[in-house]
């Protein structure tokens, strides 16, 4: 396969699973290392990837990937999320689910539950949860951000101050190793902040994508989340600090 070929193959599968490495890249594509390595190059010196040893990940920095290619991102792993965390959603609650596709996924894990009522800034997740017929839906209004159905800004923010949730469910875009929950726009996070501060309880959802990437904004600590569900082990000092945090870890 040439090089013309073989580059948008390593994009995709960088979308999908998050990473990839210099051996497996060889090993699909039955070329030499030193072939996939000139890939990788090329590949970050156009901005497209980000090397790290042993191979490459999506690029992290002041700007969030597109919207579409985060949903296709590791979407195996966030439907397995999606369902433990669902399944750790009891019937009759008022939940939030902020914006995201780890949430919108939540969503659709929760189509059978009975007796809900979601307060979302999520018009996709508002969109999802029509099907369920036993789930009343109250969207929180905002500047509707056309690249992802997120409504956010002060509007949004003074409508989530009318409630108090039993639960939210909130994704961010990056994690950091000393648990900071990190997001790229500002507005965003406000309303994340406000989201937690009316929950008795709250659960992060994030797959391992999150641990290698770093965004400029901060939403708060997971020491203040009391259960988060990811698809790998994090790392170990983080993991120690969750314990001690009482952050309790579902590993799916």
Request: overall charge negative; proline content about 3%; charged content about 25%.
């Amino acid at each position: 396969m040439s090089q013309t070929f073989r580059q948008p193959d390593i994009l995709e599968i960088a979308r999908s699973e998050g990473k990839v490495t210099v051996e497996d890249l060889a090993r699909r594509f039955d070329v030499t290392v030193q072939t996939i390595r000139r890939d990788l190059t090329e590949l970050a010196d156009a901005g497209r990837l980000e090397r790290v040893h042993g191979g490459a990940i999506l690029p992290s920095g002041v700007s969030n990937i597109g919207y579409e290619d985060r949903r296709r991102l590791n979407e195996a792993a966030k439907s397995r999320i999606a369902r433990a965390c669902a399944a750790a959603i009891p019937n009759n609650a008022s939940v939030f689910l902020n914006i995201g596709t780890s949430t919108e996924a939540v969503a659709r894990e929760l189509l059978h539950h009975r007796n809900l009522m979601v307060v979302t800034n999520n018009m996709n997740v508002a969109n999802i949860l029509v099907a369920n017929p036993d789930c009343d839906i109250v969207v929180a209004g905002g500047s509707l951000r056309r690249t992802d159905g997120g409504l956010i800004g002060a509007l949004t923010t003074t409508a989530i101050e009318l409630f108090k949730f039993d639960l939210a469910v909130i994704g961010c875009s990056a994690l950091d190793e000393d648990g900071d929950m990190l997001d790229f726009d500002i507005q965003e996070v406000g309303v994340s902040r406000a989201i937690l501060k009316q929950a008795r309880q709250s659960y992060l959802v994030a797959d391992h994508s999150k641990f290698q990437r770093s965004a400029p904004a901060r939403i708060g600590s997971i020491r203040n989340i009391d259960a988060m569900f990811t698809d790998m082990a994090l790392p170990p000092a983080l993991a120690a600090s969750c314990t001690d945090w009482g952050t309790v870890i579902h590993q799916s």
